[in-house]
């Protein structure tokens, strides 16, 4: 009955486990709701992965580009590794309980793979506006070392900017709630949890945040730039041959920031909204980017979709 009604935890004692929810009334169709997540995830990890597999093989992509989508894929695979345990744990399993430690771990992971799918979606929005601003130069400007550089910078930037995140968690103290929100855990879920004093891990969740709405916001000013630039340029055939070479990256950008920015939305001004359409709503903000990415640069880059098919029809003869 203990596993059952964890709520019941009232004592002034720490607590040794928190409870994560699957989708709450749903619980006895859990192993059918099993079969589309297993499912996504499967595509998603094999699409990075084919992904990585191709620029890392192929010479041909070997170019800036193809580098900044090989970030994009790792930090897709890391994000569906990082919730992949808990979500078929309880989809397949049952099984809700998670210890702090290993908590504090997965929200480490959770919270670095989405910094980092942000800062390379913000990389590729500067990558498209040299190459369309200033396309004479664009090689000279984003040379391998340069790709590199900016690769490792902006990795550094988001592990420093994440790591306070398990430490300020560990440091709280949970007594009476150990129920948390969603399918794995998250940091604002957690700190909610606490009854020690959170002050110190809301602000610099706040201030975390807010690197994530400057990405956004970086992202947005140089689609304002490109725009003029391409407004800019005379035939009507132009312009839309340039802009072709965006499509993936902004589809990119709105299947990671639309889930996020409704999420918060939600979170913020939809106390009272049912707690199954938050529940649903982060589950697809951690599926969907990872699934989709692959997916849209597949079909868009005629380069990789030629690179796929060869090697499909080499295997079929």
């Given at each position: 009955?203990?596993?059952?009604?964890?709520?019941?935890?009232?004592?002034?004692?720490?607590?040794?486990?928190?409870?994560?929810?699957?989708?709450?009334?749903?619980?006895?169709?859990?192993?059918?709701?099993?079969?589309?997540?297993?499912?996504?995830?499967?595509?998603?990890?094999?699409?990075?992965?084919?992904?990585?597999?191709?620029?890392?093989?192929?010479?041909?992509?070997?170019?800036?580009?193809?580098?900044?989508?090989?970030?994009?894929?790792?930090?897709?695979?890391?994000?569906?590794?990082?919730?992949?345990?808990?979500?078929?744990?309880?989809?397949?399993?049952?099984?809700?309980?998670?210890?702090?430690?290993?908590?504090?771990?997965?929200?480490?992971?959770?919270?670095?793979?989405?910094?980092?799918?942000?800062?390379?979606?913000?990389?590729?929005?500067?990558?498209?506006f040299i190459a369309i601003c200033n396309p004479l130069r664009y090689a000279s400007i984003l040379t391998i070392a340069r790709v590199i550089?900016?690769?490792?910078?902006?990795?550094?930037?988001?592990?420093?900017?994440?790591?306070?995140?398990?430490?300020?968690?560990?440091?709280?103290?949970?007594?009476?709630?150990?129920?948390?929100?969603?399918?794995?855990?998250?940091?604002?879920?957690?700190?909610?949890?606490?009854?020690?004093?959170?002050?110190?891990?809301?602000?610099?969740?706040?201030?975390?945040?807010?690197?994530?709405?400057?990405?956004?916001?970086?992202?947005?000013?140089?689609?304002?730039?490109?725009?003029?630039?391409?407004?800019?340029?005379?035939?009507?055939?132009?312009?839309?041959?340039?802009?072709?070479?965006?499509?993936?990256?902004?589809?990119?950008?709105?299947?990671?920031?639309?889930?996020?920015?409704?999420?918060?939305?939600?979170?913020?001004?939809?106390?009272?909204?049912?707690?199954?359409?938050?529940?649903?709503?982060?589950?697809?903000?951690?599926?969907?980017?990872?699934?989709?990415?692959?997916?849209?640069?597949?079909?868009?880059?005629?380069?990789?979709?030629?690179?796929?098919?060869?090697?499909?029809?080499?295997?079929?003869?």
């Open positions: 009955a203990h596993a059952a009604m964890p709520i019941l935890n009232t004592s002034e004692t720490e607590i040794s486990n928190f409870y994560l929810v699957g989708i709450p009334g749903m619980e006895s169709a859990n192993i059918w709701i099993s079969i589309p997540i297993c499912l996504m995830y499967t595509v998603a990890i094999l699409g990075n992965c084919t992904i990585l597999f191709f620029i890392t093989t192929e010479p041909s992509l070997h170019e800036p580009m193809y580098y900044f989508l090989s970030m994009l894929a790792f930090s897709d695979l890391g994000l569906s590794l990082s919730s992949l345990p808990t979500m078929l744990r309880i989809f397949l399993f049952n099984a809700s309980e998670i210890s702090p430690n290993a908590c504090f771990a997965q929200e480490f992971f959770i919270h670095e793979f989405s910094a980092m799918e942000s800062s390379v979606l913000l990389i590729m929005s500067f990558d498209r550089h900016i690769g490792v910078a902006f990795s550094l930037k988001n592990i420093l900017l994440i790591l306070p995140f398990p430490f300020t968690l560990k440091r709280l103290r949970y007594c009476k709630k150990n129920l948390l929100f969603h399918s794995y855990c998250l940091h604002q879920d957690v700190m909610k949890l606490a009854c020690s004093n959170n002050k110190v891990n809301v602000i610099y969740g706040l201030f975390v945040a807010l690197t994530g709405f400057l990405d956004m916001t970086f992202i947005f000013l140089s689609y304002v730039l490109i725009l003029k630039a391409v407004l800019s340029i005379a035939s009507q055939k132009e312009r839309l041959k340039v802009l072709n070479t965006c499509v993936s990256h902004i589809c990119a950008v709105l299947i990671f920031y639309v889930p996020v920015i409704s999420l918060a939305i939600i979170h913020r001004f939809a106390k009272h909204s049912s707690v199954l359409i938050r529940i649903l709503m982060a589950d697809v903000f951690l599926l969907v980017p990872p699934l989709m990415n692959p997916i849209v640069y597949c079909v868009k880059s005629q380069q990789i979709r030629n690179l796929v098919f060869e090697k499909l029809c080499v295997k079929q003869n």
